[in-house]
């Protein structure tokens, strides 16, 4: 507890809910952390300086998380846990830019189901949903189409919504339409994708040989031994970017 910043409070007669505030709050001078979240407020907390305790707010559009913790400043989304339950509210307007309901959070595309906006103190930047999947406003990622609402089936799939369709020049990538959302499906090992029957068949075709390249890592348990095992990599083929961005971030 802060005696000190209650005294005070209590000496210059401010209003009640001051004095209730400074009661429940724990002094941050005496925290280990020298961090503590404020009582009522999720996007404001309390830290130390000096022997002081000092109100600051989470960056616009997050909300206190803990020391070291959240995306930048102890401070995180709010819809990443439970940071702000009732009776603790958001107290800070949201202040918007373009694409951006509040300087920092992740938000819809205004006219694509397939992309969004993250805002970084108010910058935007266009994010794209891979692998046939749609922005999810609720979950705030990527997601299946069905567990989408309000966005259409994937106009990849017009034509049949049960057909399969080829994947760019891809020679074992295609999309698979189910009931009009399209899958991103792989030709077992040594197919490949025909673009006239669209299907996978035994090569080679007009437009792909025999495979040459080892298998993605996600095959290779699959795969038979004996099967030629050529030092050459498949990376230079179309990649999804899943795997890379995942491999990026542990560094
Ligand atoms: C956010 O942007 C404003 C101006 O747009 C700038 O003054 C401020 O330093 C930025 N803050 C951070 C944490 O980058």
Request: aromatic content about 8%; some cysteine; glycine content about 8%.
């Amino acid at each position: 507890m802060s005696v000190e910043r209650c005294r005070v409070s209590l000496i210059a007669l401010v209003a009640s809910l001051a004095i209730a505030s400074c009661a429940q709050v724990e002094d941050p001078c005496k925290t280990k952390s020298r961090v503590v979240a404020d009582d009522k407020y999720c996007d404001k907390y309390w830290e130390c300086d000096s022997g002081q305790a000092v109100q600051y707010d989470c960056p616009n559009g997050l909300v206190f998380a803990g020391k070291h913790r959240g995306v930048t400043e102890g401070c995180d989304y709010p819809w990443r846990s439970n940071y702000c339950e009732y009776p603790k509210v958001q107290i800070n307007p949201p202040i918007g830019t373009e694409h951006c309901d509040w300087l920092y959070g992740i938000f819809g595309h205004e006219t694509s189901c397939t992309r969004y906006w993250t805002c970084w103190n108010g910058t935007a930047t266009e994010q794209l949903c891979i692998g046939g999947l749609l922005y999810n406003e609720n979950a705030h990622s990527c997601d299946w189409p069905e567990n989408v609402d309000g966005c259409q089936k994937h106009p990849l799939c017009n034509e049949d919504p049960n057909g399969n369709v080829p994947l760019g020049k891809s020679c074992n990538r295609y999309w698979q339409c189910q009931g009009g959302y399209p899958r991103l499906q792989r030709c077992p090992a040594m197919l490949v994708f025909d673009r006239r029957s669209l299907r996978c068949v035994v090569p080679p075709t007009e437009e792909c040989d025999v495979p040459t390249t080892t298998p993605q890592p996600q095959e290779e348990e699959d795969v038979k031994q004996g099967q030629q095992n050529s030092k050459r990599t498949s990376n230079n083929e179309y990649q999804d970017g899943q795997g890379q961005g995942r491999q990026r971030n542990r560094n």
